[in-house]
């Protein structure tokens, strides 16, 4: 599997789990829909029917009275309009039957108001016999216990349908409830789930490159033996694989310098060695770099140096590392005659005389890397200048004496016996 699948898969396993959560919170507010729905739609329009059957008979009422009041047109009217008012409620009522217990309170509904219809009908067929006082009383005694009775099966079916939509309400707000919990139960489950993936999936990203990144510092350090373990097969295991091939062209490049560069060394050192001048190669703080051994026995310095010395701590003339200071700071070797270039250095009541030359170091990229001080010993031509001049100066002091005593003759001779001598010995003289 590549490297590409996991993550999409790691992505699409998140996207999976969030769109369940969605998709269970959409089921519990279809749910909540569905109970809230049931409330309007099933006990509401009972709830609507009772209460125009109990106005409508209320008015039934009114027209009963009415009738024995002695307005007996206006309430058979009124009576028969509110009659199929009635009517057509409890038609509905009848046809929105749900509740348990409602077809029997609805069928003896039906039966006290048809005895309650009947009634009114005998009344109308003698409505000529009755007086407003005996009709009232007649009201009192036949009529109005059975308005009373039918009005309370009306009562009694508004509160049915009220007692089942307030358990409808507690039962929606009992799903609410779990339903909110179960959401938050399957919200939390999901984002503990997609939590451990993700640290899955990212350790299993991040490890291989842990990997890399400890190989490449011990490679940096010199470690060439390192390899990353090859542990899946996507691009990071090929990338593995490439590393460890990387790393073993690259050890065995480093094996084949490494016996290059002692051997060049080995070279150079030998031809450091047998160079009879001195020969000192300084950084461009001034720190001696290099030195072969003639230089060592010139100025008297041990074989091991515990650090890299200054060029003022081996150095007994200032001048010179002045010169090489400024040839750092310029990058010009210093033009001077060989008088000008010589160094003396003494050491038990012994002067060495040294012809030194600075020269410049520079890169592949022309950048001043270095300083060269090259000290050639030429105590022994000093020495024989200094005789030369010695013998000079006592040939000369030995020839000036007889030739002192000759001239102070020739002299006297000239004063003397010039009269008596001829032109050419004069001139001779």
Same mark, same amino acid.
């Given at each position: &599997? ?15 789990? &969030? ?24 006990? /509401?329009r009972?709830?609507? @029917?009772?209460?125009?059957?109990? #106005?409508?008979?209320?008015?039934? $009422? ?6 024995? &009041?002695? %307005? ?17 409620? =409890?038609?509905?009522?009848? #046809?929105?039957?749900t509740?348990?217990g409602?077809?029997? =309170? ?11 219809r009947?009634?009114f009908?005998? =009344? *109308?067929d003698?409505r $000529? ?12 005694? *036949?009529?109005y ?13 508004r /509160? ?8 409808a ?19 939390? +489950? ?22 890399? &990144? ?7 350090s ?11 097969g %996507? ?11 990387? @790393? ?25 060695? +047998? ?7 300084? %950084? ?13 026995r ?8 515990t ?6 701590d081996?150095?007994? %003339? ?8 400024? *040839? ?9 005659p060989?008088?000008q ?12 005389? /040294? ?25 022994r031509?000093? !020495?024989? !200048? ?8 006592? @040939?000369?002091?030995? =020839?000036?004496?007889?030739l ?13 016996a ?12």
């Amino acid at each position: &599997m590549t490297f590409k699948k996991k993550i999409l898969i790691g992505y699409g396993i998140i996207f999976l789990l &969030m769109g369940l959560v969605v998709a269970w919170a959409v089921t519990n507010l279809v749910m909540l829909g569905k109970a809230s729905d049931a409330i309007l739609k099933e006990n /509401y329009r009972s709830i609507l @029917a009772a209460e125009n059957m109990v #106005d409508a008979l209320e008015r039934q $009422d009114s027209a009963i009275l009415l009738f024995f &009041m002695g %307005d007996i047109h206006q309430g058979i009217a009124q009576f028969r309009e509110n009659e199929a008012v009635f009517l057509e409620w =409890l038609a509905r009522a009848k #046809d929105n039957i749900t509740i348990s217990g409602e077809t029997e =309170l609805v069928k003896a509904l039906e039966s006290d108001y048809t005895a309650y219809r009947q009634r009114f009908s005998e =009344l *109308t067929d003698f409505r $000529d016999r009755y007086e407003p006082l005996n009709g009232l009383s007649i009201y009192q005694e *036949t009529v109005y216990p059975l308005f009373i009775q039918v009005r309370k099966k009306c009562i009694d079916l508004r /509160y049915l349908n009220e007692e089942t939509m307030y358990k409808a309400s507690i039962q929606a707000g009992t799903v609410s409830k779990q339903a909110i919990g179960s959401t938050v139960v399957v919200a939390v +489950s999901a984002l503990a789930v997609a939590l451990v993936f993700c640290l899955v999936l990212a350790n299993r990203i991040v490890r291989p490159l842990q990997h890399f &990144m400890n190989a490449s510092r011990r490679i940096s350090s010199g470690d060439y033996t390192v390899r990353v373990p090859v542990e899946t097969g %996507d691009e990071l295991g090929l990338l593995a694989g490439e590393f460890n091939r990387m @790393a073993d062209q690259i050890r065995q490049y480093h094996e084949m310098n490494i016996e290059q560069i002692i051997s060049e060394k080995n070279k150079g050192d030998a031809i450091l060695s +047998s160079i009879e001048d001195g020969l000192l190669v300084f %950084d461009t703080r001034l720190k001696v770099t290099g030195i072969n051994p003639a230089a060592r026995r010139m100025l008297g310095l041990t074989r091991v140096e515990t650090a890299l010395p200054e060029c003022v701590d081996i150095l007994p %003339d200032p001048k010179v590392c002045d010169m090489i200071r400024k *040839t750092v700071e310029t990058g010009v070797h210093p033009d001077l005659p060989d008088e000008q270039r010589i160094m003396v250095f003494s050491e038990k009541d012994q002067s060495h005389h /040294y012809l030194f030359s600075v020269r410049a170091i520079r890169g592949s990229s022309h950048d001043l890397t270095g300083i060269v001080l090259l000290l050639r010993d030429v105590t022994r031509m000093k !020495e024989v !200048e200094q005789l030369k001049t010695e013998f000079i100066m006592a @040939a000369s002091h030995e =020839l000036r004496t007889p030739l002192t005593g000759l001239g102070m003759s020739v002299d006297l001779l000239l004063e003397h016996a010039a009269p008596s001598l001829s032109e050419k010995n004069r001139d001779l003289l």
